[in-house]
């Protein structure tokens, strides 16, 4: 069965950092796009950030360039969100995703992240 798992998200402070994980299961992500999306209460989910196969090209929704960074380890199968400097607009639930430009075929359950003080 093919998985993505996200890490545990959590709450932060304003200013504060934290990074997620996601952990692909019965399936190699060596060869995928991966993206980062979110879904905030009463919004439409948005793609925050993508990443190529190799670790070549890198995306961000304008709303976090400079504060986000997607990277990958294809050995261990894992994508990657840091996330600094956290404003309460970040607040959402965060999924990562098997594609950027095309419709995933796999997607994570999501984890949500609460920025608030």
């Known amino acids: 069965q093919e998985r993505l798992v996200e890490s545990r998200g959590g709450l932060v402070q304003p200013g504060g950092s934290l990074n997620l994980s996601c952990v692909a299961s019965?399936?190699?992500?060596?060869?995928?796009?991966m993206a980062w999306f979110r879904q905030a209460p009463g919004k439409q989910r948005e793609q925050v950030s993508c990443?190529?196969?190799?670790?070549?090209?890198?995306s961000y929704a304008d709303s976090v360039k400079g504060r986000f960074t997607i990277s990958r380890d294809n050995a261990k199968n894992t994508v990657y969100l840091q996330m600094n400097d956290l404003e309460p607009d970040d607040t959402a639930v965060y999924y990562c995703a098997s594609a950027c430009h095309t419709a995933p075929r796999v997607w994570g359950r999501g984890t949500q992240v609460t920025v608030s003080s």
């Open positions: 019965g399936f190699s992500l060596e060869y995928y796009h």
């Open positions: 990443i190529g196969p190799f670790d070549d090209k890198r």
